[in-house]
């Protein structure tokens, strides 16, 4: 398997040039990646919980759906074991819409004959990426009062696995 790039790489947020359409043609990259995230929304999803953990972005970037599936799955991981499957809900607010690109350079004996160098640079699509704005809301989670430290702490988890600087605000559900 190919090695995967650094995620400084694609972190400054590019113009797309990446639509998807449901009719091929009209697409700009012919083909797209398959998505990492599984789920969006987990744990009680019908249940009113009394207040909501938001996980802001403090920068404007791009974050790649492998870093976006590990938080959500650490964080899901300790809300479960703390407040148990539906103590809980877990919502995943971004989604990796753009395309990102890469135009690999051929180096070695023989390169001059494959590469094309940077005459038709478009770049082969290699993953996905969320598009986060300044104070946008990454992640969301609903608990019950006595369920907050365990918010707090799966808050910190998701912090630690994106790759840009994030606040944690608490408030009370309406």
């Known amino acids: 398997m190919a090695k ?6 694609y972190r400054t947020c ?6 998807k359409s449901k009719y091929r043609k009209k697409n700009f990259v ?4 398959n998505n990492l995230v ?11 919980f009394e207040y909501r953990a938001d ?3 403090m920068s404007q970037l791009q974050i790649r759906h492998n870093a976006l599936e590990a938080a ?8 479960e074991k703390k407040t148990g499957k539906v103590g809980f809900m877990l919502k995943l607010r971004v989604y990796p819409h753009h395309v990102l690109r890469e135009n690999p350079l051929a180096s070695g004996a ?6 094309t160098g940077m005459a038709h640079s478009f770049g082969k699509p290699i993953g996905l990426a969320a598009q986060v704005r300044k104070g946008q809301v990454i992640f969301e989670i609903n608990v019950d009062k006595n369920n907050i430290p365990a918010a707090k702490e799966a808050a910190n988890r998701i912090i630690s696995k994106v790759p840009c600087k994030c606040q944690i605000v ?3 559900n309406k």
């Open 110 to 115: 023989g390169a001059d004959r494959m590469s």
């Open 72 to 79: 959500r799955k650490s964080a899901n991981r300790v809300l």
């Open 38 to 48: 599984v789920r969006y929304n987990m744990g009680e999803l019908k249940k009113k």
């Open 14 to 19: 590019k113009r797309p040039f990446t639509r």
């Open 30 to 33: 012919r083909a797209s990646p």
């Open 4 to 9: 995967l790039r650094k995620g400084v790489s």
């Open 170 to 172: 608490i408030s009370k």
């Open 55 to 57: 996980v802001n972005s």
